[in-house]
């Protein structure tokens, strides 16, 4: 179930974010969307999310540098970044629960 739910989320970003590029201005929409109230709280909650899935990353992968490649691509790509590392992570689990979770950390967890 995981695994499809991270490639419906691969799909439907890579949509909208090809519609986004191919019909939208980046820097005039942005600077409507940040000159508008809901928009500043829209932006400020996706971060928030961001941060909060990025400390998720961090905590589970073996290296620091494999970290950093992940956060910088869910800061930049959004959630469709995450939704490729929540495949990379169901796949690489192999339907263990507590290694899908903990990555790296599992056997440490479980001394």
């Known amino acids: 179930v995981t695994k499809a739910f991270a490639i419906l989320g691969i799909i439907a970003m890579s949509a909208v974010l090809f519609y986004g590029f191919t019909a939208g201005d980046f820097f005039a929409d942005g600077s409507v969307l940040l000159a508008n109230p809901w928009g500043v709280v829209s932006l400020v ?3 928030t999310g961001f941060t909060l899935f990025s400390l998720w990353v961090v905590y589970r992968e073996r290296y620091w540098f ?3 490649l992940w956060v910088i691509a869910t800061m930049t790509l959004g959630f469709f970044a995450t939704s490729v590392y929540i495949l990379y992570a169901a796949i690489s689990s ?3 629960v507590l290694t899908f979770f903990l990555g790296a ?3 440490s967890v479980l001394e």
């Open 45 to 47: 909650d996706l971060y």
């Open 94 to 96: 192999k339907n263990d």
């Open 105 to 107: 950390k599992k056997e």
């Open 66 to 68: 494999v970290s950093l």
